[in-house]
């Protein structure tokens, strides 16, 4: 019996303007009186706000952020961080991308950062800063000491073969990008240690997702939903499919089909 919603938000709850559909937010908030809603994200918790606080979210909810690195409640409350990258990771991705100008965007818990390796797209991730009236990512050569624990390495997808750093790494596609993680950390492991802690029964969650970092879940758990504009393979993983985020394919599932997976009548197809 689910107790339990999970939702991703780029591309799975959010609309393409990143924002909760009107419909949506009001049927997860009546849903909230029977469910725990978790929302987990790539985002960091600041980005992850403003959803919580559409959808009411209360202190038995959960955020999970920066693709499973960090559980915090609403309130607060961290529970459990998993580890980051160090700068010799940075040094040994760098080694495997292709011997061409390159630029590694660094998630760390200071702030977002590119690293570049050409003074010309140095000097363009300065520029768009300035002209943003100091918004956006810091811009470095080198990544300085000082900053924090790397959260996250993002690398566009033409500059890297990643099959050399899969298992060392958890490395996945968003975007374009290569995203990779230290491999202790991503979403499905953050929902299992809150399973092993008790805090949760993996059973009994509902999970909608619709990204590459959604895959394992979708692989997992019993009950996964992959959004229509999900990646093929995503929506192969997964144990049902629904409409895309501009079609608001969380609130049609939510409206026609949760009741009658609680009651066993599981006859959605793919």
Same mark, same amino acid.
């Given at each position: #019996?689910? $107790?339990?919603? !999970?939702? $991703?938000? $780029?591309?799975?709850?959010?609309?393409?303007?990143?924002?909760?559909?009107?419909?949506?937010?009001?049927?997860?908030?009546? /849903?909230?009186?029977?469910?725990?809603?978790?929302?987990?994200?790539?985002?960091?918790?600041?980005?992850?706000?403003?959803?919580?606080?559409? +959808?009411?979210?209360?202190?038995?909810?959960?955020?999970?952020?920066?693709?499973?690195?960090?559980?915090?409640?609403?309130?607060?409350?961290?529970?459990?961080?998993?580890?980051?990258?160090?700068?010799?990771?940075?040094?040994?991705?760098?080694?495997? #991308?292709?011997?061409?100008? =390159?630029?590694?965007?660094?998630?760390?818990?200071?702030?977002?950062?590119?690293?570049?390796?050409?003074?010309?797209?140095?000097?363009?991730?300065?520029?768009?800063?300035?002209?943003?009236?100091?918004?956006?990512?810091?811009?470095?050569?080198? /990544?300085?000491?000082?900053?924090?624990?790397?959260?996250?390495?993002?690398?566009?997808?033409?500059?890297?073969?990643?099959?050399?750093?899969?298992?060392?790494?958890?490395?996945?596609?968003?975007?374009?990008?290569?995203?990779?993680?230290?491999?202790?950390?991503?979403?499905?492991?953050?929902? %299992?240690?809150?399973?092993?802690?008790?805090?949760?029964? +993996?059973?009994?969650? /509902?999970?909608?997702? $619709?990204?590459?970092?959604?895959?394992?879940?979708?692989?997992?758990?019993?009950?996964?939903?992959? #959004?229509?504009?999900?990646?093929?393979?995503?929506?192969?993983? !997964?144990?049902?499919?629904?409409? %895309?985020?501009?079609?608001?394919?969380?609130?049609?599932? +939510?409206?026609?089909?949760?009741?009658?997976?609680? %009651?066993?009548?599981? =006859?959605?197809?793919?």
């Amino acid at each position: #019996m689910i $107790d339990t919603i !999970a939702l $991703d938000l $780029d591309g799975t709850l959010l609309d393409p303007e990143g924002r909760v559909p009107l419909k949506t937010g009001e049927l997860i908030r009546r /849903l909230k009186e029977d469910y725990r809603v978790f929302l987990i994200s790539g985002r960091h918790f600041s980005e992850m706000e403003e959803a919580a606080r559409i +959808l009411n979210l209360a202190e038995r909810d959960m955020l999970i952020s920066c693709d499973g690195m960090y559980i915090r409640r609403p309130g607060g409350e961290i529970l459990h961080r998993f580890p980051g990258l160090r700068a010799e990771d940075l040094e040994k991705i760098k080694r495997e #991308m292709k011997p061409w100008a =390159y630029t590694l965007c660094c998630i760390t818990d200071e702030g977002p950062c590119t690293v570049d390796g050409s003074p010309l797209d140095y000097a363009k991730h300065r520029l768009m800063k300035s002209l943003r009236g100091g918004k956006g990512r810091l811009a470095y050569r080198q /990544l300085p000491g000082g900053l924090g624990e790397i959260e996250k390495i993002s690398v566009k997808r033409e500059a890297l073969e990643p099959e050399r750093l899969r298992g060392e790494y958890n490395v996945h596609l968003n975007s374009g990008s290569w995203e990779i993680l230290n491999s202790q950390t991503g979403k499905f492991q953050a929902l %299992s240690w809150l399973d092993r802690s008790g805090e949760i029964a +993996l059973s009994r969650m /509902l999970y909608f997702g $619709d990204s590459y970092n959604d895959l394992e879940c979708m692989r997992r758990l019993k009950y996964s939903v992959a #959004m229509g504009n999900a990646p093929q393979a995503v929506k192969e993983a !997964a144990a049902y499919v629904t409409g %895309s985020n501009r079609e608001e394919g969380v609130y049609t599932f +939510l409206r026609d089909s949760l009741d009658k997976l609680q %009651s066993g009548r599981e =006859y959605i197809s793919k």
